[in-house]
């Protein structure tokens, strides 16, 4: 379902209410998108259908132990044509939390009409969190990514993204240069997703707030990622210390890694628990 989509499910198990603003086909597969995300129980109201144009298309491939590559199919997709009509009526002002993407940045008009959501947001004191979300196949090169994504910073209140997403986005090359480049625009948090080796959250203030892994079989990486991200929002809509929040992100991070699935693998509250449990807890 890429970024959003896949977050909006994994929020949406964890017991949070979800609404999704996007815009896809009229087509069958556009057809069974909206048939999932209402099944999951998202508010898609504000899901336009757009008859001139496909959704975009990601084929996940399995190459273990390490090699997971992701076939991209975005030649002219319904999302990148999102306009300001699309969201006049989509909820920001009523939200607690608006989460966009790197993949948003691309081009106009999607770029500007999400630039226009974050700035709705931000004037109606709703958090705007942005997952970098860097698809290497998409950019013509990862300057072009940083540049985009960088226009969008100085909305961010949460910025999420893994080393590699970090260092692209800040055009650096050095991760803690990369940190101290980026929490310039985070005005709450820069969360870092480094993998195997936990996750962490940096502060303005200075403070570094470090979770450590679970440790479990991989059997697919693609979707750890937006696990992570909808466990570590869960946890910072309930108030949890930054630590817990990465903590329980690690937790929904591990599991989809066993499975060989995005969006519909998405754990459930419960599940998350149970497994923390038979890991010693938090």
Same mark, same amino acid.
């Given at each position: 379902?890429?970024?959003?989509?896949?977050?909006?499910?994994?929020?949406?198990?964890?017991?949070?209410?979800?609404?999704?603003?996007?815009?896809?086909?009229?087509?069958?597969?556009?057809?069974?998108?909206?048939?999932?995300?209402?099944?999951?129980?998202?508010?898609?109201?504000?899901?336009?259908?757009?008859?001139?144009?496909?959704?975009?298309?990601?084929?996940?491939?399995?190459?273990?132990?390490?090699?997971?590559?992701?076939?991209?199919?975005?030649?002219?997709?319904?999302?990148? #044509?999102?306009?300001?009509?699309?969201?006049?009526? @989509?909820?920001?002002?009523?939200?607690? +939390? *608006?989460? !966009?993407? /790197?993949?948003?940045?691309?081009?106009?008009?999607?770029?500007?009409?999400?630039?226009?959501?974050?700035?709705?947001?931000?004037?109606?004191?709703?958090?705007?969190?942005?997952?970098?979300?860097?698809?290497?196949?998409?950019?013509?090169?990862?300057?072009?990514?940083?540049?985009?994504?960088?226009?969008?910073?100085?909305?961010?209140?949460?910025?999420?993204?893994?080393?590699?997403?970090?260092?692209?986005?800040?055009?650096?090359?050095?991760?803690?240069?990369?940190?101290?480049?980026?929490?310039?625009?985070?005005?709450?948090?820069?969360?870092?997703?480094?993998?195997?080796?936990?996750?962490?959250? #940096?502060?303005?203030?200075?403070?570094?707030?470090? @979770?450590?892994?679970?440790?479990?079989? +991989? *059997?697919? !990486?693609? /979707?750890?990622?937006?696990?992570?991200?909808?466990?570590?929002?869960?946890?910072?809509?309930?108030?949890?210390?930054?630590?817990?929040?990465?903590?329980?992100?690690?937790?929904?991070?591990?599991?989809?890694?066993?499975?060989?699935?995005?969006?519909?693998?998405?754990?459930?509250?419960?599940?998350?628990?149970?497994?923390?449990?038979?890991?010693?807890?938090?």
């Amino acid at each position: 379902g890429g970024c959003p989509a896949n977050i909006a499910v994994g929020t949406r198990r964890l017991g949070l209410k979800v609404a999704m603003s996007s815009r896809v086909g009229t087509d069958g597969l556009s057809d069974g998108l909206i048939d999932f995300m209402n099944a999951e129980g998202i508010n898609t109201e504000h899901v336009s259908r757009d008859p001139h144009h496909l959704p975009g298309l990601a084929f996940l491939s399995i190459l273990p132990p390490e090699t997971f590559p992701l076939v991209y199919f975005r030649p002219d997709p319904a999302d990148s #044509h999102l306009s300001l009509d699309d969201i006049k009526n @989509a909820p920001i002002e009523d939200s607690r +939390v *608006l989460l !966009v993407a /790197g993949t948003n940045f691309y081009r106009d008009p999607s770029r500007s009409t999400v630039l226009a959501a974050m700035e709705r947001a931000r004037r109606a004191g709703t958090t705007v969190a942005i997952d970098l979300d860097l698809r290497k196949t998409l950019w013509p090169d990862l300057t072009t990514f940083g540049v985009n994504v960088r226009s969008a910073l100085p909305l961010a209140d949460i910025i999420i993204g893994t080393e590699d997403e970090v260092t692209a986005a800040a055009g650096e090359t050095d991760i803690d240069a990369a940190i101290a480049s980026l929490l310039r625009y985070a005005k709450i948090a820069l969360a870092v997703k480094r993998g195997q080796d936990g996750s962490e959250v #940096h502060t303005p203030d200075g403070n570094v707030y470090r @979770a450590k892994p679970f440790k479990v079989e +991989v *059997l697919n !990486v693609l /979707g750890a990622g937006d696990a992570w991200a909808s466990g570590f929002l869960f946890g910072y809509l309930n108030g949890w210390e930054w630590a817990k929040c990465a903590r329980f992100g690690n937790a929904t991070g591990a599991i989809i890694v066993t499975r060989h699935a995005c969006a519909n693998a998405m754990p459930t509250h419960q599940e998350v628990t149970q497994f923390i449990e038979s890991q010693g807890g938090f």
